[in-house]
Structure formats: structure tokens, C-alpha cells
């Protein structure tokens, strides 16, 4: 073969495999799009699970979200077991599986809306089957503990609400009332945005991409598992309630280890709330303590969301493409449409 005819074979090879990558690529893109399931309308009826942890004396704040839902023109069913025992839990993990699993069954469910977290998810994630939801996707609602399905649901390509559960609702709603704006907001599908308070340890810039994640400690358990999420090219949300700042620091750690923030596009952090004192200060705030640890990265990173374990727990759309705008003076998140 003739040095002339090598090159051209070469250039056309490169050529050819270029575009398969680049195609290829592209594909790729069009995949990491999260269905998005119907905002609800006047009608719609959503369910009331709790897949976490028991609720003992809390039918009250369950028969107001009931309250709250009809006020909206919707429908809403209690699961069967949401008041069942099993030491820890509500209900065994058998019985917890059976309400979610017959609310993502159910074709005429719009939306899930988990009563509280605590702790018990992880225990009934293996055995869910999404077959029938795929079929009429619906919301999932809640935080905390729920971080775990929220994960499940993103790696199965939908999106879902991080918002309040039914034991965040107080006797006055008046005390919560912008939380609860927020919340009927994303159900139905209008829009969001944040203008957020300046943080003196914000690190400038700007950012769009899927958000994803929820509560740091779960994100760290669903590490290594096929519930653990690809945080490439979106902007990962945190919150936290009741740690260590050492233990803070340990799952950012571990997460780091593990390349969590190699190709992320930016943070958003929310609540640390009732932070434990160790015996041995840690010396830094928990703000700082993040910095350092994410040190060597330059994506954006925005402090005080108010989202999480507070009174005031806006509700963001996990999945959907935002955009991160952290500046001198202030933060924007723009939930995009």
C-alpha cells in the first residue's frame, strides 16, 4: 500500500470513528434526559405511604396533609400499613414494600407523597419493580431518609420533588406557608427560582445542569450500589441533620475517594442542622469544613438552600436541568423549563 493510500485510510477511519463517538455522545446526552412525570391537575389523587420509619402519634399531621391535599382539588388515599409497628419501622418491611408498591402500580396514583423518613427505605429498595409505573410515571414526594428512592427513581430516568413530608406540616401553616407555596408549585407545575441570601463562603461561578442528590448520609450509604448516582455534568444538592462535623467530613471523604465530585458542575448546600460537638473541637464551621474538603475543585459552590431538615424546606425537582448562579452579591437557582 502506497504512503499516500495509508493516510487517506487512516483519515478515513478517524473520520468514520469520530463521528461514531461523537454520535455516540450524543445518544448518551439524549439518555441522561429524565422523564418527567404529568404535574397534577384538580382531580388527581395522590398516596400516602411511609416506606421509613414509624409514625406514632402522628395521624393528626397525616389526616391535615389529607386536609391540605382536598383544599387543592385533590384526592389522596392512606396506605394500608402507614400506621402499622415493627419496632423501629412502620410496619415490616414486607408491609411498607406493599403500600409503595401497590402506589406505583396504580394507574390512577399521580403522585407519592412519603408521610415521613427516619430511617428503613434502603431495607425495601431490592424489591420494588418499576414495570407498571414506567407505564404512568408519577411524582415521588419527600426528603431525608427518601433520598434513597429518590436515587432509585433518577437511575430509572425520572424525575422527582425533594419537598416536605406530611409529618413537616405544623398546627399553623401560616409558620411554613412560603414551604407549602413551593410545594403545590412543583406538583403543578409552575414555575421555580431561588434568590438566595449571600454567603461569605460561597465559591463564585456559574453552572447548569441536572440536580441531583438529598441527604449526605444517604447518598454515602448508596455508595459502591447500583442506587449511587452519576453526579457527570450535574449540580449536586446536600443537606444534613444531627452529625458530627468529623463524620461530615469522613462521607465527603469517601465520596471524593470514590470520584463523586471529579465531573460534578456545581453544589448546593443545604440545612446542616443540630450539629453534634464532639469532645475534640473540630475547629472550622461546617461551611468551611466543605470547602476544604472540596478544595481542589472549581465548580460553584452555594450555601443556604433552605432545604432540608428546617422549618422552612423549599421544594426542588430532582432530575430537571437548573441553573446555578452564584455571584458577589447573591445566588440564583432557576429551575429551568
Avoid at 110 to 124: E, H, M
Avoid at 217 to 233: E, F, P, Q, R, V
Wanted: charged letters at 25%; proline letters at 3%.
Amino acid at each position: 500500500m502506497s504512503k499516500i493510500r495509508y493516510v487517506l485510510l487512516l483519515s478515513c477511519l478517524v473520520f468514520f470513528f469520530g463521528n461514531v463517538t461523537a454520535q455516540e455522545q450524543s445518544e448518551q446526552q439524549k439518555q441522561t434526559v429524565l422523564i418527567q412525570p404529568p404535574y397534577l391537575k384538580a382531580g388527581d389523587t395522590v398516596a400516602i405511604v411511609a416506606p421509613s420509619g414509624i409514625l406514632k402519634n402522628r395521624n393528626d399531621e397525616v389526616a391535615q396533609a389529607v386536609t391540605l391535599l382536598k383544599s387543592w382539588g385533590l384526592h389522596a388515599v392512606v396506605g394500608k400499613h402507614v400506621f402499622s409497628k415493627d419496632d423501629h419501622f412502620a410496619g415490616t418491611d414486607e408491609e411498607r414494600c406493599e403500600d409503595f408498591q401497590k402506589a406505583l402500580d396504580d394507574p390512577k396514583i399521580s403522585a407519592i407523597w412519603c408521610a415521613r423518613g427516619g430511617y428503613g427505605t434502603v431495607r425495601i429498595l431490592d424489591k420494588l419493580d418499576y414495570t407498571k409505573f414506567k407505564q404512568n410515571p408519577k411524582w415521588l414526594i419527600g426528603y431525608s431518609d427518601i433520598t434513597a428512592l429518590h436515587n432509585q427513581f433518577h437511575n430509572e430516568g425520572f424525575q422527582t420533588i425533594h419537598a416536605l413530608m406530611c409529618v413537616s406540616l405544623t398546627k399553623d401553616l401560616n409558620d411554613i406557608e412560603y414551604t407549602i407555596e413551593t410545594f403545590k408549585s412543583a406538583l403543578f407545575g409552575k414555575p421555580l427560582g431561588y434568590d438566595l441570601d449571600y454567603s461569605t463562603y460561597n465559591k463564585l461561578g456559574n453552572a447548569k445542569g441536572q440536580l441531583v442528590g438529598g441527604n449526605l448520609t444517604i447518598l454515602h450509604t448508596m455508595l459502591g450500589s447500583d442506587t449511587s448516582i452519576d453526579t457527570t455534568g450535574k449540580i449536586l444538592f446536600i443537606e444534613e441533620i444531627g452529625e458530627y462535623k468529623y463524620h461530615i467530613d469522613r462521607m465527603l471523604q469517601s465520596l471524593k475517594r470514590a470520584g463523586y465530585f471529579d465531573h460534578c458542575a456545581g453544589l448546593l448546600v443545604g440545612d446542616m442542622s443540630k450539629m453534634r460537638k464532639n469532645t475534640t473541637p473540630w475547629g472550622t464551621s461546617v461551611e468551611q469544613l466543605i470547602l476544604d474538603a472540596l478544595s481542589e475543585y472549581d465548580f460553584p459552590i452555594a450555601f443556604g438552600m433552605p432545604a432540608g431538615h428546617e422549618k422552612n424546606n423549599y421544594a426542588l425537582i430532582l432530575g430537571k436541568e437548573i441553573e446555578l448562579n452564584v455571584a458577589g452579591d447573591k445566588t440564583l437557582v432557576k429551575i429551568r423549563e
